[in-house]
Each structure stands twice: as structure tokens, then as C-alpha cells.
């Protein structure tokens, strides 16, 4: 079919049998074990995301990764995202391609701005400058995958003349840059012919048609190298739709009312649960019979290449994650295929 089917994970910090949080220690030790699932039950691919905060335990996604790499055989392995405004292009190069030598050349990278701006003071990086620093750090990143001597320069970091940088992957290092919905956004990504990665984390799927039509017609107005869109939602899969969302509810409850102190919103419910996991939200969590058929409605109205799954939200325990995977990899993946082979 050609369509891909991915599982994003930021490293929630989760709980226990008895109620206590797991330390972030464990919870990376779990991620790991999440990722060995997948590769076992046909995910073709696992993100990890980069964050700076006491609610999720991945800062260093690469060495989460590598560690992953050395313990699975086919699952292509990359970030959810990499927020490149507060890091540097050459050793975020430098990193995924001793990932993907690592891994047999199946590493990939998401570059992200960042939705959370912990990172920026963390490294010394000015907010008021967030804006110029993605765009002369993307250009200068795209500049690197053409894997050649590189002379750049820009205001946002030391320029560069001739520069070699190494190791050189076998076979390039697929990119693609998370979007959370601006126009300005989906064209930077096609004028610089990357990959778009749509995050429809609130609101119906159809809603992001316009960007995905945008992205196609701005490839071919650059004639850039056009490549399949993919989308990164939430979500989580149990044997019964009460089941899964009974599970599913407290860890989105506490994630959005831990966010929504600081940046103003009202208290999550039940009712607006209930409302996200329907056709209008943006929550793929239910029966495998049930998510398989929003993805597979999501693919055909969007045109996707590919659909990842965030299993992880808030304090989902390691043991219903792992369930999730399972159902994911063995159930709604193939169901998704044979809805998608119907229509065709």
C-alpha cells in the first residue's frame, strides 16, 4: 500500500500498580521496551520527542534511540520532534548520522520550533529571536544533508567556510519538520523540500486539508522534491472502546490541566474527552475496530504517506502502553490496510 504507521512517545513519566510515579529513569528504561514492541509486532516507525520538563523523562532523544537501535532490526527510529531553534544544525547532523550508522540506515529526524520554550533559556537562546532562529538553523541543517563541504553564514550562530562534517551516512537522512498548522509554516517546509509532519492535536481532520493542498502546490510552484505528508495524533487502542477510554482519560485529563495552567486553559472534562475521541476529534483512542477506521479516514481525507500514533499521554501506566503497542501492531495496522485496499 505504501502508507507507513509510526508510534510517537515524549517519555511521559508514568505510574505504578500502587499509584507512585516512576522515576525518569524507569520510565526511559520502559520506552525502550515500548520501542522492542513495536519493531516486533510491524510498526514501521518509533519517535521519541525532545523535552526540557519534570513531566516527561526524554531530553536526549538520540541516546534513547541508540539504545533502541542496538536492541531492534527493522523499525525505523527518530524524533518527535527535535527542537532545532535551541540546538545546533551541525551536531543534530552529526548525532542522527551516527544514529543511522548505528542503526543500519533506518534513522530519520523531525525538526520542530518547540511548543514548550523551556529549552531556549535552558541554552542561553532568547525568545524574542524564535522565529529567526528555526529559519537560519533550518536552512543551515538543509544545507548539511546534501552531505558536502558547507559555507554558510547567518546572525544566529558562528558561520561557516568550507566545512566537512562527519560521519557521512550510506544513504542520506530522511527529514521532515513538525507543523502545528500555520500557512507560513507549511511553505517553509516545501521551499526547503523536506517532509511534512501535520500535529492535529485538537479538532477534525479535514480541518487540515487546506495545509496539505498548500504544502503540494508550494512543491511544485519551488520545484523542491515532494515528499509524502505525515500526520502525529494522540491516541490509545484496548480490546473495548469503554475500556480504552476509561484508561486513557485520567492521563489526557492530568496533560492538559498541568499545560493548561500555564498557558490559560479551561479545566479538561469528560464531556470534551468524549467529544476529541469522536469523528470530529482529533483522539484516535478505542477499540482496535474503531481507531483503525478514524485513521484509515484520516489517510483517505488528508492523502497521507503516514499516521503516528502518540500513545503515550499524561500517566498511562507501562502495562496498558504496551497493550496499546500490541493491538496497534497486530489488529488496527492491518485493518487500516485492508479499509484503505477496499477503497482503493
Known amino acids: ?16 500498580a500502587d499509584g507512585e510515579l516512576l522515576t525518569g529513569a ?17 510498526v514501521d516507525f518509533f519517535g521519541v520527542g525532545e523535552h526540557h520538563r519534570k513531566e516527561f523523562a526524554v531530553s536526549a532523544p ?8 542496538a536492541r531492534t532490526q527493522h523499525i525505523r527510529l ?3 520532534v527535535t527542537v532545532l531553534s535551541s540546538d545546533d544544525p551541525v551536531r543534530v547532523f552529526e548525532r542522527f548520522s551516527t544514529l ?59 558561520s561557516l567556510e568550507d566545512a566537512n562534517v ?25 521551499r526547503h523540500g523536506l517532509g511534512l509532519m501535520l500535529a492535529i492535536i485538537g479538532g477534525p481532520a479535514h480541518r487540515f486539508k487546506p495545509f496539505v493542498d498548500l504544502y503540494h502546490r508550494s512543491v511544485a510552484s519551488f520545484g523542491t522534491a515532494s515528499h509524502p505528508v505525515s500526520v502525529h495524533s494522540p491516541g490509545h487502542i484496548a480490546e473495548t472502546d469503554a475500556e480504552a477510554w476509561d484508561a486513557a482519560y485520567s492521563g ?5 490541566n498541568t ?49 503516528d500514533l502518540k500513545y503515550a499521554t499524561g500517566t498511562l501506566s507501562h502495562e496498558s502502553m504496551l497493550r496499546s503497542i500490541e493491538l496497534y501492531g497486530t489488529e488496527v495496522i492491518p485493518r487500516v490496510r485492508k479499509i484503505l485496499a477496499a477503497r482503493d
Open 26 to 42: 524507569q520510565t526511559i528504561r520502559n520506552v525502550v521496551a515500548q520501542a522492542e514492541l513495536a519493531d516486533t509486532v510491524g
Open 78 to 80: 527518530g524524533t518527535a
Open 62 to 69: 538520540e541516546m534513547v534511540l541508540a539504545a533502541i537501535a
Open 166 to 190: 562527519f560521519p557521512k551516512t550510506e544513504k542520506g537522512l530522511r527529514t521532515w519538520v513538525g507543523v502545528g498548522g500555520s500557512p507560513e509554516s507549511v511553505v517553509r517546509v516545501a
Open 100 to 158: 543511522d550508522a548505528l542503526s543500519n540506515g533506518r534513522a530519520e529526524v523531525v525538526l520542530g520550533r518547540g511548543s514548550f520554550i523551556e529549552s531556549f533559556p535552558l541554552f542561553g537562546y532568547d525568545l524574542r529571536d524564535y522565529d529567526a532562529l528555526f529559519e537560519q538553523k533550518l536552512e543551515l541543517f538543509v544545507e548539511l544533508l546534501k552531505e558536502e563541504p558547507v559555507t554558510w553564514s547567518g546572525t544566529m550562530r558562528a
Open 252 to 256: 489526557f485529563e492530568a496533560m492538559n
Open 1 to 16: 500500500m505504501g502508507i507507513e504507521f509510526g508510534l510517537d512517545t515524549f517519555g511521559d513519566i508514568t505510574r505504578d
Open 259 to 307: 499545560i493548561g495552567r500555564e498557558r490559560g486553559w479551561p479545566a479538561y472534562s469528560r464531556a470534551r474527552f468524549q467529544n476529541d475521541v469522536g469523528p470530529e476529534g482529533a483522539i484516535y483512542a478505542g477499540s482496535p475496530e474503531r481507531v483503525a477506521a478514524k485513521i484509515a479516514d484520516t489517510i483517505t481525507t488528508l492523502g497521507l504517506g503516514r499516521f
